[in-house]
């Protein structure tokens, strides 16, 4: 049975995606801070208390699948803050940067002894990353962390080639979940099912590219 990893897990993009695995006979990690009744009623395997940001809590998510062999995985766990010029919140820019850049690639190099050749990763970014496709300005922090984040995937990509391990640096669309207040244009079901088709179809040729989860390739 193939084993994923899927951080921010309780609720969203990444609880659907933890039902699409379950659903397809995967063993699932669902790592998260405080779980959702919806993910306890599932069959994942459910690892809580981490906040993925914190060396101390990607440490405790070590020791939890310790030994564990890793096929994929799913780093998804972010936040959102809309910044505009002249009332930029610092601090919380500093956190967006954290939990949405820094943490992911802690979340993976931790892991990575747990994966063999043939493994993946999947970075569940943002299109807002892109610096060609910023028409509109603004959303600072979130700009940066995802941008940040694109440039962590491709290093990743080209780190990890050798290794056989492949990585998708994957928009998921506007999707319909709490962090945007729901105004999204999909729902967090077809948002997980694309992301899935994506990564099925993540290869060592493919590597580190930058694709909206309708199979877009998106620019840098």
């Known amino acids: 049975m193939k084993a994923v990893v899927v951080t921010g897990a309780s609720r969203g993009i990444g609880l659907e995606l933890c039902k699409y695995y379950l659903a397809n006979g995967w063993e699932v990690f669902a790592v998260c801070r405080t779980p959702s009744p919806e993910l306890e009623a599932t069959a994942a395997c459910v690892i809580a208390g981490i906040d993925v940001s914190m060396p101390a809590g990607v440490a405790s998510l070590q020791q939890a699948v310790h030994g564990q062999t890793i096929d994929l995985i799913i780093n998804n766990a972010g936040i959102f ?17 954290q939990v949405n850049a820094i943490a992911p690639l802690r979340v993976t190099e931790a892991l990575l002894p747990n994966m063999k050749s043939g493994g993946k990763i999947a ?69 997980a099912q694309r992301l899935a088709q994506r990564i099925d179809e993540l290869n060592l040729n493919n590597t580190g590219s930058f694709w909206h989860s309708n199979g877009e390739l998106l620019p840098w």
């Open 123 to 191: 970075l569940i970014t943002s299109r807002m990353g892109s610096i060609s496709d910023n028409t509109s300005g603004g959303y600072y922090g979130y700009r940066m962390s995802k941008a940040a984040l694109n440039a962590a995937g491709v290093s990743l990509a080209r780190d990890l080639l050798p290794r056989g391990i492949a990585v998708a640096i994957l928009h998921p669309g506007f999707v319909q979940t709490q962090m945007v207040g729901f105004a999204g244009d999909i729902t967090p079901v077809t948002a």
């Open 81 to 97: 803050g809309d910044h505009r010029l002249s009332e930029v919140d610092y601090v919380d820019l500093e956190r967006q940067l």
